[in-house]
């Protein structure tokens, strides 16, 4: 019987549809485990072979984990919000909900292909109402909730309105935007306008002014990720900075918590260094430096800046300042003479993005026309404006020390600045003074001592710094994040609508939870309306009942992906996100597996939302995910033709040095093993039905080469094609054999033969011609051994994903049982269990063809026999003078004198010996033997 894995494959996809295999359910008896996919964004190009990667490795370990005996959740949904399905709307007219509905078939028809053991009972769609209403859910928590520093944790508004209306803002340590003091009897005479404005600064989602990255000609607020060299990644539209009133979430509230527990994580130390990273932990201290009216009028002042350095100690070396272009201080430091060069350089800077700003390390910076005074030596410096200084990070503003800082030293250079080098501990590597250049400011190259700090570490002069400007009241101890708050409006239509109504004051409401969910209304078009709101600003009667209008902008694409992996503990709920019940049992992922592309945003914002939802009861840990794994990416392997120039003839890889070629992408789908197919190429394009061919040895050999897979490249691989022409195990295993999963690696279809012969070869031990042949015959000792040398490389490698070894392994079992000629049931029952993660189909076949009835799916896996390894014997090398002349098998119980009695008693060795007597044996018993002559 041949293999035919069509058939098979069909067969089995059915029957695990029909019996329900992989639905789950809580079960109290079995330990659980949460498995986990980064779910896709269903596109309209579906599939191609680098997706799948992922979710062949988490479904080889899901299967891995059932037949351990645990009781496994693994799901799968679709990320279905976002710009592209709303641009290809406004392109075609096509409602994206119909256009995403399309392209979820597609992909399920591709995933259901490949065999995956997904639970689709939980499928979850986060542009489904029954899921975005959580997700609206949610967000009115945030809007009702505050966090307290003190208690470390999200408390409700009302407790923070009680304490404004009896105490004001004393004694409180909370998160906020800005640091604002009143007391209770202001707070009691305001009106509710002001009151609402004023918890706005308090809010863990809140209206905010706050630059972001927007697109005129999409009409939108863009993601960094959006964004690159200035214009949309989708479209290619300029992008400009502009500050706008946008929703936000206080992530930046968490930033402690987000850091902390991460050491508690299984995670890679590179992807927790990526958080950290993110997330920029600074412990320093902030300054008062005040403005003088001008630079004579010492003592005169008009505002005063505050900066955040972790450098407090060189303080002594600054002598100028620098502020972010967006910085709240520029209108106050600006004077008329340089407002004009300031304002033409603020205008060049919105069209640069805080990502391009923070790579490039040109200089361009404009002088604002006012002096700071530095509050510990007096002198007057002056304030710049540069793009280099981000308005988020510390207070927008920065006291530059060109002495022992590379960029303020960059920047004093370009603008012919003063550099002062202090006198540092000794411990502290200062800038070469030989780089310095010359400036007119006498001051220049100048090493100053500051006095305090002599003989001081660095820690303990910083510690001298810090005490001493809290004792002149001159500034204060802090510990700063780089984590920014998210913001969390985008004005487009195809995502979730905020449930928010705006009052006749112009207030914001939260809509009460039983209006839930607030559906996405119809418009007439996709676009921003005629006077440039958001197009929701198109849709008739988006009101309350009262009259009062919805929120216009919807939420972004990771609002519906921050706390997706809860609902699908208990997806159809509709009294709760997650029941306590279901919680209690799943907890939380046990694995999660997606790409390194979502190190910081997707993983900070899931973080986040965990922690607040543990913060109010409603889920039992604070951590979502426990081990996380990143796999990498299947790269393309792109296939040229090389066409003689000015003509429509094309000459094979081999002969083109012969001609003057230009080469040409060319689809991969009609490359098999590098060997174009002619006739496929001819009608691949109208303008190569005429071509014409210069063969080698009768073939057209292509070129090739490694690039991203891209469909302007033509190298895209449709799993489809794969499946169709192998089978989805072949698929399976080659995804897994091409290379360990967390790296990069080239698809090349000229390797998938060798796997595709693999699994013939596999057929053959249990099948010749059209019988069954396996029988009851007892295991010889060899086929044991190499079945238990499987059992410990298999469980070791799936346990540390390590799976293209597992298939290495698998090949090598096969080749040594078919040299056997094996056919025991003892040894080929417990190998298809072994191999039903990897290959589940084939597995399945053969296993009821060995007379099993239930699926394979819940067979124990194999335990693995050490005693089946033990060596009885070992393969000597005998050497004569050191040259190995031939083996010797003896018994592994051996004594060394036993071992040379018999090694001089055999035949080969008198042969090479030839009379002489040995002047010595050596031997080293398990490893060698040495007769030296």
């Given at each position: 019987m041949e293999y035919n894995f069509r058939a098979i494959e069909a067969r089995w996809q059915e029957y695990w549809q029909a019996k329900n295999v992989y639905r789950v359910t809580e079960d109290p008896s079995r330990p659980p485990y949460y498995i986990l996919d980064m779910f896709p964004y269903p596109s309209g190009?579906?599939?191609?072979?680098?997706?799948?990667?992922?979710?062949?490795?988490?479904?080889?370990?899901?299967?891995?984990?059932?037949?351990?005996?645990?009781?496994?959740?693994?799901?799968?949904?679709?990320?279905?919000?976002?710009?592209?399905?709303?641009?290809?709307?406004?392109?075609?007219g096509q409602h994206p909900e119909i256009t995403t509905r399309e392209n979820i078939?597609?992909?399920?028809?591709?995933?259901?292909?490949?065999?995956?053991?997904?639970?689709?009972?939980?499928?979850?769609?986060?542009?489904?109402?029954?899921?975005y209403h959580w997700t609206q859910w949610v967000f009115i928590r945030l809007f009702h909730s505050y966090y307290d520093n003190t208690r470390d944790q999200a408390r409700p508004i009302d407790e923070l309105i009680q304490h404004f209306t009896t105490k004001g803002t004393e004694g409180l340590d909370i998160s906020q935007s800005e640091e604002i003091s009143f007391t209770a009897e202001e707070w009691n005479k305001w009106d509710e306008v002001k009151r609402q404005e004023t918890l706005m600064n308090y809010r863990l989602a809140y209206l905010g002014e706050t630059m972001v990255n927007w697109c005129e000609a999409l009409g939108t607020v863009?993601?960094?990720?959006?964004?690159?060299?200035?214009?949309?990644?989708?479209?290619?539209?300029?992008?400009?900075?502009?500050?706008?009133?946008?929703?936000?979430?206080?992530?930046?509230?968490?930033?402690?918590?987000?850091?902390?527990?991460?050491?508690?994580?299984?995670?890679?130390?590179?992807?927790?260094?990526?958080?950290?990273?993110?997330?920029?932990?600074?412990?320093?201290?902030?300054?008062?430096?005040?403005?003088?009216?001008?630079?004579?009028?010492?003592?005169?002042?008009?505002?005063?800046?505050?900066?955040?350095?972790?450098?407090?100690?060189?303080?002594?070396?600054?002598?100028?300042?620098?502020?972010?272009?967006?910085?709240?201080?520029?209108?106050?430091?600006?004077?008329?003479?340089?407002?004009?060069?300031?304002?033409?350089?603020?205008?060049?800077?919105?069209?640069?993005?805080?990502?391009?700003?923070?790579?490039?390390?040109?200089?361009?910076?404009?002088?604002?026309?006012?002096?700071?005074?530095?509050?510990?030596?007096?002198?007057?410096?002056?304030?710049?404006?540069s793009d280099y200084v981000l308005a988020g990070y510390g207070t927008g503003a920065v006291m530059a020390v060109p002495g022992h800082d590379s960029r303020d030293f960059a920047f004093a250079r370009h603008f012919d600045l003063p550099i002062i080098q202090v006198v540092l501990p000794h411990d502290e590597e200062p800038t070469d003074p030989s780089t310095?250049?010359?400036?007119?400011?006498?001051?220049?190259?100048t090493l100053i001592n500051s006095g305090l700090l002599n003989g001081l570490s660095v820690s303990d002069a910083i510690t001298k710094m810090k005490d001493y400007l809290a004792q002149q009241q001159l500034g204060r101890v802090r510990t700063n994040y780089r984590l920014r708050d998210a913001i969390f409006s985008r004005q487009r239509y195809w995502g979730e609508p905020f449930p928010i109504y705006y009052d006749e004051q112009g207030i914001a409401h939260t809509v009460n939870e039983d209006e839930l969910p607030l559906c996405l209304p119809e418009v007439d078009k996709f676009l921003p309306t005629s006077d440039g709101q958001p197009p929701l600003g198109r849709a008739e009667g988006w009101h309350t009942k009262e009259g009062c209008p919805y929120e216009l902008s919807t939420m972004p694409g990771f609002a519906g992906s921050s706390a997706y992996y809860l609902r699908y503990m208990d997806p159809h709920n509709d009294k709760a996100l997650v029941g306590q019940e279901k919680n209690a049992y799943w907890r939380h992922v046990d694995l999660y597996v997606g790409g390194a592309e979502h190190a910081?945003?997707?993983?900070?914002?899931?973080?986040?939302?965990?922690?607040?939802?543990?913060?109010?009861?409603?889920?039992?840990?604070?951590?979502?995910?426990?081990?996380?794994?990143?796999?990498?990416?299947?790269?393309?392997?792109?296939?040229?033709?090389?066409?003689?120039?000015?003509?429509?003839?094309?000459?094979?890889?081999?002969?083109?040095?012969?001609?003057?070629?230009?080469?040409?992408?060319?689809?991969?789908?009609?490359?098999?093993?590098?060997?174009?197919?002619?006739e496929a190429f001819k009608a691949w394009r109208p303008e190569y039905g005429t071509a014409d061919f210069i063969l080698e040895d009768g073939k057209y050999i292509c070129g090739w080469a490694v690039e991203k897979m891209s469909k302007s490249m033509y190298n895209v691989v449709n799993p489809d094609h794969i499946i169709e022409r192998y089978g989805a195990d072949t698929l399976r295993l080659y995804e897994m054999f091409l290379g360990p999963i967390e790296q990069s690696k080239p698809w090349d279809t000229n390797g998938i033969d060798g796997v595709h012969r693999f699994l013939k070869k596999l057929w053959s031990l249990y099948y010749s011609t059209d019988e069954l042949?396996?029988?009851?015959?007892?295991?010889?000792?060899?086929?044991?051994?190499?079945?238990?040398?499987?059992?410990?490389?298999?469980?070791?490698?799936?346990?540390?994903?390590?799976?293209?070894?597992?298939v290495a392994a698998f090949m090598i079992c096969i080749n040594e049982l078919q040299g056997m000629k094996t056919s025991s049931h003892e040894v080929l029952h417990p190998l298809l269990i072994l191999l039903a993660p990897f290959a589940p189909h084939i597995a399945e076949e053969l296993w009821h063809a060995l007379g099993e009835e239930a699926s394979i799916t819940s067979a124990p896996w194999p335990e693995y026999n050490e005693s089946h390894l033990v060596e009885d014997s070992i393969k000597y090398p005998v050497s004569f003078n050191g040259k190995t002349r031939f083996t010797l098998e003896l018994p592994t119980t051996a004594s060394r004198e036993e071992i040379e009695r018999a090694v001089l008693a055999n035949d080969e060795t008198q042969r090479w010996l030839e009379g002489k007597s040995p002047k010595k044996v050596i031997v080293v018993p398990g490893r060698i033997i040495n007769i030296v002559l």
């Open positions: 190009a579906g599939l191609h072979v680098g997706h799948p990667l992922g979710y062949i490795a988490s479904d080889i370990f899901a299967r891995y984990k059932r037949l351990r005996g645990f009781n496994v959740l693994h799901p799968m949904g679709y990320d279905a919000f976002g710009l592209p399905a709303e641009q290809y709307a406004i392109q075609t078939h597609r992909y399920r028809e591709q995933l259901d292909r490949i065999g995956f053991s997904f639970d689709w009972s939980r499928e979850i769609c986060t542009s489904d109402p029954k899921y863009l993601a960094n990720d959006e964004v690159s060299e200035g214009v949309s990644v989708r479209g290619g539209h300029p992008v400009v900075q502009r500050k706008m009133k946008q929703w936000c979430l206080r992530v930046s509230a968490y930033a402690g918590r987000l850091l902390s527990s991460l050491d508690n994580l299984e995670w890679s130390e590179s992807l927790k260094e990526s958080q950290r990273n993110w997330i920029g932990k600074s412990e320093g201290a902030e300054v008062r430096f005040p403005v003088l009216a001008s630079k004579e009028q010492k003592g005169i002042h008009k505002g005063e800046l505050t900066v955040f350095t972790t450098r407090i100690d060189t303080i002594f070396g600054v002598t100028f300042m620098v502020l972010a272009p967006e910085s709240n201080y520029v209108p106050l430091v600006t004077t008329p003479e340089q407002k004009a060069s300031v304002e033409e350089y603020l205008e060049a800077t919105k069209r640069r993005t805080e990502r391009d700003r923070m790579a490039d390390r040109r200089v361009s910076g404009v002088f604002s026309g006012s002096y700071a005074e530095n509050p510990l030596t007096g002198e007057a410096i002056p304030i710049w404006i310095w250049t010359e400036s007119k400011d006498s001051k220049a190259g910081t945003g997707h993983l900070i914002y899931s973080r986040f939302w965990n922690k607040f939802l543990f913060d109010l009861g409603i889920i039992v840990e604070d951590e979502p995910f426990r081990k996380l794994v990143n796999q990498g990416m299947i790269q393309g392997r792109s296939n040229f033709v090389y066409r003689i120039k000015d003509t429509n003839t094309f000459v094979s890889l081999g002969l083109k040095d012969s001609y003057e070629t230009t080469p040409i992408h060319v689809d991969v789908n009609i490359v098999y093993n590098d060997q174009l197919d002619l042949r396996v029988t009851k015959t007892s295991a010889t000792k060899e086929e044991l051994k190499s079945l238990h040398k499987l059992i410990k490389k298999v469980t070791q490698d799936v346990e540390q994903f390590s799976f293209n070894t597992s």
